[in-house]
């Protein structure tokens, strides 16, 4: 059997890069019984038909990571990407991004787009994602700004590109290479949001063993993963070092007294947008444990 990864799946076919050549497969119904679906990103077996030139995808390998949304496997790195405007970002959402990232324990780069349309706000964003232990980038496909050093950063990585549509991550990714030639769109007037230009996910080559899923946007993301309220801190890394100046081991961070994080944010040494998601996903968690 021939070793490859699976580049992309569409309508129960998956198409396999195996020695530079693309081999469109179906899966084994075996699959199924066991209930595991092939995801891009998989490292599989496939055994061909000399026939047709097709093939089934036989064994998938084991896989060092797995996203739930978008559904891929073997990423190392997420880029998170966020707009300064239009549409306005979703810090909420990002936040969730942030999480299932960590849970995965994939490394993260913030992408701050947009930075020409409101530069303050970019280097607000910059500064708080910093602040919190991750890198950082602020980009512009407009100005060209950033995207050189965004590039560096995917060199040796299967990295994903994560946001809400409108975002630019299509856009970032021609920039990057302008051979994908990715599908990009305007933001709806209507609705201030992106339009979904990505309608599946695939892995694109950029050389050099550096690999991207392009992904659709979404709008929401469950954290069925994270299974009790307490443990949504740990998912906070800036929290890490004022947390042992709270008086009870047990604390939260929400109503407790003596709390060392409320007392960083009240200094600003913690985002307060980061911790007001912090809040409002730590009761999402604690409303969903009641059900």
Known sequence: MREGRIIKGIGGFYYVISNDEII????RGLFREQNLKPLVGDRVKIRMDSDSGTGYVEEILERKSELLRPPV?????????????????????????????????LSIVFCINKSDVDFERACDLKAMYEDAGFVSILTSTKSG????????????????????????????????????????????????????????????????DSYVLDTPGFSSLS???????EDLRDYYREFGKFAADCRFLSCLHDSEPGCGVKEAVSKRLIGEDRYKNYLAILDELRKRRKY
């Open 145 to 208: 700004d950033g995207v050189d050093l965004l590039k560096e950063h995917l060199k040796g990585h299967t990295s994903v590109f994560a946001g809400a549509s409108g975002s630019g991550k299509s856009s970032l990714l021609n920039a990057i290479d302008p051979s994908l030639k990715l599908q990009t769109s305007q933001i709806s007037r209507k609705t201030a949001r992106g339009r979904h230009t990505t309608r599946h996910v695939e892995l694109l080559s950029l050389g050099n």
């Open 223 to 229: 954290l069925d993963f994270v299974e009790k309220p």
């Open 73 to 105: 496997a073997n990423v190392d790195q997420a880029i998170i990407v966020l707009s300064t405007r239009d549409p306005e970002p979703n810090l909420w959402l990002v936040d969730k991004m942030v999480i299932m990232a960590e849970e995965q324990d």
């Open 24 to 27: 469109e497969c179906r899966a």
